[in-house]
């Protein structure tokens, strides 16, 4: 990196968390630190909506994912649409009209506390993960590639974010996100324009989709049953529908966002522009990730992209075993080169693609000659495709910029997991359970002491996780064990009036047992647990309370 790299990285990060801390301090009371005051415009919650899901991991690994991969990932958000429809009908209209600071409220009023505090704390356990999962994603990958060091970047990026939401609460999380988004969307339209413009003379974007489609990396719908694949229209209409419903309708990072509108109106469009907007967005960011692809068969790319992977087998006795790989490597990527210059007939199509299996196969022995070595490392390199492209070929500034957009990835994210993790131990946990009344400015300063407490402990996971294949796909997994559960609670207490807070209670403990046991036993895709837990918790819910004849027709 530059000079004018770090100039532009350090005030555009700086400028977010001043103008974010200055903006917005002074709160008196709860419902201007938690709610914002309910002053949120339509377009600031749909912006807000979309930077809280769109971390650091969606702008490192997403593009990763689609060059390995290609652009079947998108399908995961086909269920967006459809989710974003039925919580404006359903979850927001109720929400509103009892007037909660938290989604776990209305369980208590529905069941009783017991149930309003499990659901709080599953949403606690898994989103303080998250939490930490989003600043550990983009500080282990710039570690591994800059050379800075990681447990240092953990805490920047923790304290960065403390400071601005700690201050202003919600109102903070909204007004640095609307900057966060413009920075984020700018970044990656310069990073897509310069793809195509080092692209050689004569290949144009119809062309760049021609060689991506003839390597496999256009499909984007499949229409298959089988379990073994993971991204189907199938798990994304079903699966993603039922993870959308719980993230969004039920998980308090996104409740708040929404909680915070003028109005019922103002909240629906914010979720709607959410809805209409979300899947072109990951698309064109997938299809970033393809024009990558594109550009590195007409430029040397490594074997592996994980620099600390390289260096570790370079400085092994493995040394010449992973040089003759890198030798058939670079042998078959001059192949391809004067392959698709010629021109991609029928017939290159075909060897084209043999010769990208040929390649698939060598970064498969790649990394196991890499996992021989004494060093622990990561041999997935899907989280630092973009990255490596970002570093090697962008002029100085624009790289700054880049990663300006990734680190600000992770401050909105970071930011709206620990405001709502503040509101919801504060609301759910400390305040329902203070025997005696408290002042307003008690509660705000209890708030901020939740954030900070947080956010101390997101840096602490941070410096202690360990990267997982694909950090997009971590994220996920962890929402996934939890999120249908606590749908299923929430579907429950919205339409099945039969149900009782015991047959409740028990059913969703017994649920997350079991869909702990599923996941560790591999035995379905993780999308299909979503389904699954909202399924089991309200069938096992309601076969408790039939079998219950003890319990009253009124509780």
Same mark, same amino acid.
């Given at each position: 990196m530059q000079n004018l790299d770090w100039i532009v990285l350090s005030i555009t990060l700086l400028f977010i968390?001043?103008?974010?801390?200055?903006?917005?301090?002074?709160?008196?009371?709860?419902?201007?630190?938690?709610?914002? !005051?309910?002053?949120?415009?339509?377009?600031?919650?749909?912006?807000?909506?979309?930077?809280?899901?769109?971390?650091?991991?969606? /702008?490192?690994?997403?593009?990763?994912?689609?060059?390995?991969?290609?652009?079947?990932?998108?399908?995961?958000?086909?269920?967006?649409?459809?989710?974003?429809?039925?919580?404006?009908?359903?979850?927001?209209?109720?929400?509103?009209?009892?007037?909660?600071?938290?989604?776990?409220?209305?369980?208590?009023?529905?069941? $009783?506390?017991?149930?309003?505090?499990?659901?709080?704390? *599953? #949403?606690?356990?898994?989103?303080? *993960?998250?939490?930490?999962?989003?600043?550990?994603?983009?500080? &282990?990958? @710039?570690?591994?590639?800059?050379?800075? $060091?990681?447990?240092?970047?953990?805490?920047?990026?923790?304290?960065?974010?403390?400071?601005?939401?700690?201050?202003?609460?919600?109102? +903070?999380?909204?007004?640095?996100?609307?900057?966060?988004? !413009?920075?984020?969307?700018?970044?990656?339209?310069?990073?897509?324009?310069?793809? *195509? $413009?080092?692209?050689?003379? !004569?290949?144009?974007?119809?062309? +760049?989709?021609?060689? +991506?489609?003839?390597?496999?990396?256009?499909?984007?719908?499949d229409f298959s049953w089988d379990l073994n694949n993971r991204y189907t229209v199938w798990t994304g209409i079903l699966g993603g529908t039922f993870l959308m419903l719980s993230y969004f309708g039920t998980d308090q990072s996104q409740v708040q966002r929404y909680l915070s509108g003028k109005s019922v109106k103002e909240s629906q469009l914010g979720l709607i522009f959410n809805g209409l907007l979300k899947v072109p967005m990951q698309f064109f960011i997938l299809l970033v990730g393809v024009m990558v692809f594109v550009f590195y068969q007409f430029n040397a790319s490594p074997l592996n992209f994980n620099p600390k992977a390289e260096e570790a087998v370079v400085n092994s006795a493995y040394a010449q075993e992973y040089k003759v790989l890198e030798d058939k490597h670079r042998e078959i990527e001059s192949k391809k080169k004067t392959?698709?210059?010629? !021109?991609?007939?029928d017939k290159s199509k075909a060897q084209l693609q043999d010769l990208n299996e040929q390649d698939k196969l060598l970064k498969t022995q790649a990394k196991t000659i890499i996992d021989k070595t004494e060093q622990k490392v990561e041999t997935n390199d899907k989280d630092y495709v973009f990255i490596h492209f970002i570093l090697n070929n962008l002029p100085k500034g624009l790289i700054g910029l880049l990663l300006a957009v990734i680190l600000s990835a992770a401050m909105s994210s970071t930011a709206s997991e620990l405001n709502a993790l503040a509101s919801t131990t504060a609301i759910d946990l400390y305040k329902r359970n203070q025997k005696k009344e408290k002042s307003e400015e008690h509660y705000v300063k209890m708030?901020?002491? /939740?954030? @900070?407490?947080?956010?101390?402990?997101?840096?602490?996971?941070?410096?202690?996780?360990?990267?997982?294949?694909?950090?997009?796909?971590?994220?996920?997994?962890?929402?996934?064990? #939890?999120?249908?559960?606590?749908?299923?609670?929430?579907?429950?207490?919205? #339409?099945?009036?039969?149900?009782?807070?015991?047959?409740?209670?028990?059913?969703? &403990?017994?649920?997350?047992?079991?869909? &702990?046991?599923?996941?560790?036993?591999?035995?379905?895709?993780?999308?299909? *647990?979503?389904?699954?837990?909202?399924?089991?918790?309200?069938?096992?819910?309601?076969?408790?309370? +039939?079998? $219950?004849?003890?319990?009253? &027709?009124?509780?």
């Open positions: 968390v001043f103008y974010g801390a200055w903006k917005t301090k002074g709160s008196k009371n709860v419902e201007e630190y938690i709610k914002g !005051g309910n002053e949120t415009k339509w377009w600031t919650i749909g912006l807000s909506v979309m930077a809280t899901q769109a971390s650091a991991i969606t /702008f490192l690994s997403t593009p990763g994912q689609a060059f390995h991969s290609g652009m079947g990932f998108v399908q995961f958000y086909f269920g967006l649409p459809i989710a974003m429809v039925i919580i404006c009908l359903v979850f927001i209209p109720i929400y509103h009209k009892l007037q909660v600071y938290t989604a776990y409220e209305y369980l208590e009023s529905r069941f $009783d506390l017991k149930t309003r505090t499990l659901a709080a704390i *599953l #949403f606690l356990i898994q989103r303080g *993960l998250a939490a930490g999962i989003t600043i550990f994603a983009p500080a &282990i990958i @710039l570690s591994a590639v800059l050379g800075w $060091d990681l447990i240092i970047l953990n805490i920047i990026i923790g304290v960065l974010v403390i400071v601005y939401t700690v201050s202003g609460g919600t109102k +903070a999380v909204s007004v640095t996100q609307k900057q966060q988004m !413009g920075i984020i969307f700018s970044g990656m339209f310069i990073a897509f324009y310069l793809i *195509l $413009d080092y692209l050689p003379d !004569g290949i144009t974007f119809t062309k +760049a989709l021609e060689i +991506a489609g003839a390597s496999d990396k256009m499909k984007v719908l392959l698709i210059l010629a !021109g991609l007939t708030s901020k002491w /939740f954030t @900070l407490g947080w956010g101390v402990l997101a840096i602490l996971v941070a410096c202690v996780a360990n990267l997982f294949d694909n950090l997009i796909q971590l994220v996920n997994i962890i929402g996934s064990i #939890f999120y249908g559960n606590v749908l299923g609670i929430f579907l429950l207490a919205f #339409f099945i009036k039969a149900v009782k807070s015991n047959a409740v209670f028990i059913g969703a &403990i017994i649920t997350q047992l079991i869909i &702990i046991v599923v996941w560790y036993l591999d035995i379905l895709p993780y999308l299909w *647990l979503n389904a699954l837990g909202c399924a089991l918790v309200m069938g096992i819910s309601t076969i408790l309370q +039939a079998l $219950d004849t003890s319990t009253t &027709i009124e509780e």
